[in-house]
């Protein structure tokens, strides 16, 4: 079975404070994918990265960043020196090479940045 | 490069009647995947057509149904709407095939509420 959970509901910052996201998966394939993706008031599912399972390099992305841990089945995101810009919805997502086309969402996380 | 395109982007409707919803993909996406999104469930997969074909279906009753037109647009249906249908009902499209870059680029969204 393939599990995403986000245990933040809403996390709230004041801005160009840093803050982590938590993500934890569960799956038993050994090829799989994961995705976060940002949902601002519009309502549409921004891409931001994906990682795939063989390749645990962490990656920084400007004001971003991801740590990929298979051993503890995580895929946390920062985001360093928040905007007010950058307040939304998160969503992190696994997708597994045995589910096709098929993602698993979390409940997302809700970030609120404080002028 | 024009991007996912959702239509309505708004309805109301009454429980008993029904509802089609119409996506059309980034041009030269062939897979069109839809979930549906509320505050309690968060982002569940409904189904994902390529082809023309339904590759992948979520578990949703009988009442939810889709297609695939040549061109790879593509429409969802609901039947017999109840309460508990309203909801954000996301498109999403991917390349499939080399070069798969695997992640969903979203619409953003038809919201059905029913009354």
């Known amino acids: 079975a393939q599990k995403v959970t986000q245990a933040q509901t809403e996390i709230s910052v004041v801005e160009k404070e840093d803050v982590t996201l938590d993500c934890v998966y569960e799956t038993r394939d050994t090829t799989y994918y994961l995705f976060w993706y940002k949902q601002p008031p519009s309502g549409e599912l921004v891409f931001l990265i994906r990682r795939n399972s063989f390749d645990e390099q962490n990656e920084i992305s400007g004001r971003y960043s991801w740590n990929f841990q298979k051993s503890t089945s995580s895929f946390n995101f920062t985001i360093t020196a928040s905007q007010v810009v950058d307040s939304a919805v998160y969503f992190c997502a696994l997708r597994s090479s045995n589910t096709g086309n098929q993602f698993y969402f979390g409940t997302g996380t809700s970030l609120t940045v404080i002028p | 490069k024009a991007g996912v395109t959702q239509t309505p982007r708004y309805l109301i409707k009454t429980r008993g009647q029904q509802v089609t919803l119409s996506c059309s993909p980034i041009?030269?996406?062939?897979?069109v995947s839809w979930y549906q999104q509320t505050p309690g469930q968060g982002l569940q997969f409904l189904f994902e057509y390529f082809s023309e074909t339904q590759r992948n279906k979520g578990n949703f009753p009988g009442r939810f149904s889709g297609r695939q037109f040549s061109n790879s647009r593509s429409e969802m249906n609901v039947s017999t709407l109840e309460l508990g249908d309203s909801a954000l009902y996301l498109c999403a499209s991917s390349l499939v095939g080399a070069p798969n870059t695997g992640e969903l680029f979203f619409g953003e969204g038809s919201r059905l509420t029913v009354l």
């Open positions: 041009s030269g996406h062939r897979s």
